[in-house]
């Protein structure tokens, strides 16, 4: 999109730098102000240390901007521990010259277009983890978190262009329970998934991305699940991935 600074958003994409050059990503011809956006599970900061280092430096030779969200596989301290600053409305941990994370609870106007973020979700895969080494508490959100992102949305008048979050909204999950996609709906996430319902519920927008689910597929009331697929959010357009 020539002349155009140009979001693009993927799903999960779990400490795998291949998923952010080509021929994995279409992203010959992005500029230094086009940006792609990961619905959480990032996972190039996982508290491994020259690895992750290594990672974030081979990030910031790509020519685009990337902002993520937190999902629920991500080392939380360490993450917590760039410096935060104010961006483009919101609160932001800058990690990188082209890198930063997008907190919770946050309402931005990226080059005219606002949107809501809220990451974290509940680890399935928990009881294998060990904490504080592949498993942080961290990753679901905090009340406060809640309260900051419903305070946020009411000072953009509940108007939005965009809602993105790591995890599900509830009637989305309930929709995937009811086609056979998916058997259990995790009670420790529901919480989190009712929250959601309700930003989507009483917060204009014209679409919901999330990631998470580790499939691609578009859902009822403008909602998409990501994992591989990459959208446009200025058109709305799939640009690559998998056909759902
Ligand atoms: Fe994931």
């Excluded at 990032?42 to 901007?65: H, M, N, V, W």
């Excluded at 504080?132 to 000072?155: C, F, H, I, Q």
């Excluded at 927008?205 to 959208?231: C, I, Q, S």
Aim: proline letters at 5%; one cysteine or more; charged letters at 25%.
């Amino acid at each position: 999109m020539e002349g155009i600074i140009t979001i693009y958003i993927t799903g999960d994409t779990h400490g795998d730098p291949g998923r952010f050059f080509e021929p994995a990503l279409p992203c010959q011809d992005w500029t230094d102000k086009d940006k792609l956006i990961v619905a959480g599970d990032f996972g190039c900061i996982f508290g491994l240390g020259l690895t992750d280092e290594a990672k974030l430096d081979r990030l910031s030779q790509c020519t685009y901007e990337i902002l993520f969200l937190d999902g629920n596989h991500e080392c939380f301290p360490k993450i917590y521990s760039y410096p935060e600053e104010n961006w483009c409305g919101g609160r932001v941990h800058r990690v990188r010259r082209n890198i930063r994370h997008l907190m919770r609870g946050q309402v931005y106007e990226i080059e005219g277009m606002r949107i809501f973020t809220m990451g974290g979700g509940y680890s399935i895969d928990q009881m294998y983890r060990i904490p504080g080494r592949s498993w942080w508490p961290e990753e679901m959100p905090t009340d406060a978190e809640y309260e900051e992102g419903l305070v946020n949305l009411r000072k953009a008048r509940n108007r939005v262009d965009v809602i993105i979050s790591h995890a599900a909204p509830s009637q989305s999950m309930q929709y995937l329970k009811q086609q056979g996609i998916f058997s259990v709906v995790f009670p420790q996430e529901a919480p989190l998934g009712a929250y959601l319902e309700k930003v989507a519920r009483l917060t204009e927008h014209r679409h919901y991305y999330f990631g998470h689910l580790h499939m691609d597929a578009e859902l009822p009331e403008n909602r998409t699940a990501l994992y591989y697929a990459l959208y446009c959010l200025n058109t709305g357009k799939k640009i690559a991935g998998p056909t759902a």
